[in-house]
């Protein structure tokens, strides 16, 4: 079992930054790759970025790529994800997500990731 508890979302002007942290419980930590997704109102969720278990490899969405950067420190059990540049389509709730023994492709949907936070707000004003 794996609890994810967001934070570091808020109203920023276009052009500013952002940086989100996921904070996860338990000691299998590692053992699990992350991910960022956010859902707009009326829209469906649609991935960000992730990370496998080990940091080794990252992966982004193209409307996201260059701009923002994930990150993880197993000591902590933590993940972020910096964003920035940030434009007014980025407003969404962002959710962490985790997804044991999780690789390639499978990191940039939704369906295999087993563990959810309840997400963070993110505005970005014009």
């Known amino acids: 079992q794996v609890q994810l508890v967001e934070s570091g979302g808020g109203l920023v002007q276009a052009g500013g930054s952002l940086r989100l942290s996921c904070a996860a419980s338990g000691r299998t930590f590692s053992s699990y790759a992350m991910g960022w997704f956010r859902q707009a109102p009326g829209k469906e969720r649609e991935f960000v970025a992730a990370?496998?278990?080990?940091?080794?490899?990252?992966y982004y969405a193209d409307s996201v790529k260059g701009r923002f950067t994930i990150a993880r420190d197993n000591a902590k059990n933590t993940v972020n994800l910096q964003m920035n540049s940030l434009k007014p389509e980025d407003t969404a709730v962002y959710l962490c997500?985790?997804?044991?023994?999780?690789?390639?492709?499978?990191?940039?949907?939704?369906?295999?990731?087993?563990?959810w936070g309840q997400g963070t707000q993110v505005t970005v004003s014009s």
């Open positions: 997500a985790a997804q044991a023994q999780g690789y390639g492709t499978r990191l940039t949907i939704a369906q295999p990731y087993q563990y």
């Open positions: 990370i496998n278990w080990s940091g080794g490899s990252t």
